[in-house]
Structure formats: C-alpha cells, structure tokens
C-alpha cells in the first residue's frame, strides 16, 4: 500500500541521556534535549518529512523550539511548529520557503554528504523518504509566533536540566549556540566545524565568538555541529576543531595565514572553486574587507541597538 503521509523515519540516536540527534537524511542534525517537564528541539532542518511526528516517538513534553541561525537548512522546517525561537538579526529569514527552494538545497547538501560514502549511496537506498511526499508546501497563512532569542537566555526543561543561549556572530549576524550542563554538551550549529565560513560578520567577530566556546569549556566535554559530514552520526567534533579554529583566526587578523584553493565542498555541482585559509585540517573562509569589526560593520552590540531602534 502506497504511503500516505510524511515520513516519521528520521535516522537518529541517542548518544547520551535524554538527548539525541536527529539527522534530516543526510542534510542537517538537529538535536532533541529532553527534561522532566520540557523538551527541546535545536534546528528544524528544511522541513522534510514530519519532524514532530518523529519527536513524539520519542516524548510527548511541551517542547521549545531553538534556531541557532537563519540558513535555510536550519530554518526552513520552523515554519511547521507553532512556536519557535531565534536571534532577532537573523528572524527575517523565517519564511514560508517554496518546495523547489528547499528541494534544491537539499540536494545539494546530501549530495556532499553522499560524496564521502559513493559506493554505499549508490548500491544502497539508505532511506525510506520521497521528495515528492516528504518535503511539502509551507502554507504562508500558519507562520509561527517567532520569540526573540538573547545571549544569556535560559530554558528550564525540568529535573535540574538548564539550557543557556549565547550569542555568537561569525557565520550569522545572529547566530547561537546551546549550552547543556546536563549532558555536558555543547550545540554550535554551523558556527563550528572543520570547513568554517564566516563572511557574514567580521573576523574579529568570529574570533570573540570562538573565544567564547573556549571560554565554558569547563562546562562541556563535547561540541555538536549541526552537520555530521564532519563526524559521525551522535559524535562529536574531535578536540582539535575549536583550538585550531582559533589559531587560524588569529592568524588571519594578523596576516600571517596561508590562502590556497580548494575544489567547493558542495561536490558534483559545477561551482568554481573558493579560495580559503587553511591550517591543519580546519578551513576558514571569509571576506577579506572584513576582517575588524570597524571594516564597514558595526560591533556587534551596535548591530542589536540598531535592531531594537528599527523594531520600536
């Protein structure tokens, strides 16, 4: 019998207590922190197949709904909750997107995620989804009640279980992150990995930012990115990332980095390569006009002034 209805089939494990990823076919990792009264969803992919139906496998908790920054891979499923939270210079982008936008990212995200693997994908259908079934039309006429999201900000979920969000800008304007004492966890979205592009915001930005992860690391044994193309599925980033990303962004605020080009990292698409900064296994790339925050941006405090004025 034909199917019906969305897929609740997410691949995802749970890798510690109370706390899974869920991995949107290969495209993004969004992470489910569950406590004694509340659960918590960070990211919401593209929307394909029905991510809540899936969450209520696993628990039927009132459930909060973070955004760590406004791609549409990380946003674009938002639109199918009633409630979400994100960072007010990056809200704009919480839109109805078409199918064919979203397919089209889609695509080219798995397809990066599926260069790392060729034979498996291509002798196997790993996964019970269908594009035409699964990634359905976002009605305009349902938008979610969008709360601003701050640094600082708390989510009490229940059982001694506190999630706090701290602003960290470099691949957004306002980007986040999440940070779990329970589990000793922190989720960094795209704000981390080993292929790091950060043009949206100065380097300097970008270096406070990762400065800041450093800074609580006495509260966490691990980072999750909000990709596993850079790790297993329920692994974390391996212990050189965020060290290396440092250095390398030091580096490059004090000329001493090395360029080199490299193929694009979305394969089988004919896109030209980009030129980046490299160390060791890490990749930065950025915009070379940009590199303090007084190079045609504001600070970053400025950036939420000027919002909260525009919003009033």
Not at 74 to 97: C, N, T
Not at 100 to 113: N, P
Not at 209 to 214: A, P, V
Not at 283 to 306: H, P
Request: aromatic content about 12%.
């Amino acid at each position: 019998m034909a199917r019906q209805h969305p897929t609740t089939l997410f691949p995802m494990v749970q890798f510690k207590k109370d706390t899974w990823e869920i991995d949107e076919f290969d495209c993004i990792s969004m992470f489910l922190l569950i406590g004694s009264e509340r659960a918590m969803l960070i990211d919401c992919g593209f929307g394909m197949g029905d991510l809540e139906g899936a969450i209520r496998g696993i628990t039927d908790k009132p459930l909060d709904v973070v955004v760590t920054h406004r791609s549409v891979d990380h946003v674009a499923g938002a639109w199918k909750f009633p409630e979400i939270y994100i960072h007010p210079l990056d809200r704009a982008s919480v839109l109805p997107y078409s199918v064919a936008t979203r397919a089209r990212d889609f695509g080219i995200i798995r397809h990066r995620q599926h260069d790392c693997l060729p034979s498996v994908y291509s002798l196997h259908n790993l996964y019970g989804y269908e594009v035409e079934k699964d990634m359905l039309p976002l009605d305009p006429n349902k938008p979610p009640v969008i709360h601003d999201l701050y640094d600082g900000q708390e989510f009490d979920l229940g059982g001694g279980r506190v999630v706090t969000a701290y602003y960290v800008p470099g691949h957004s304007p306002g980007h986040m992150m999440f940070l779990d004492p329970y589990s000793r966890s922190l989720f960094v979205g795209d704000m981390l990995n080993y292929n790091l592009g950060v043009a949206a915001a100065p380097v300097e930005c970008t270096l406070k930012s990762l400065r800041k992860m450093e800074a609580l690391a006495d509260q966490y044994d691990d980072i999750y990115n909000g990709h596993h193309d850079f790790r297993a599925l329920g692994a974390p980033l391996e212990e050189d990332c965020l060290p290396t990303a440092i250095s390398l962004a030091e580096d490059i605020l004090a000329g001493r980095h090395t360029m080199v080009t490299v193929p694009n990292f979305f394969f089988n698409y004919d896109w030209p390569p980009v030129r980046m900064a490299v160390k060791d296994r890490n990749y930065i790339g950025f915009k070379s006009s940009m590199l303090w925050e007084s190079d045609g941006m504001d600070s970053t405090e400025e950036w939420v002034k000027r919002f909260e004025l525009e919003k009033a």
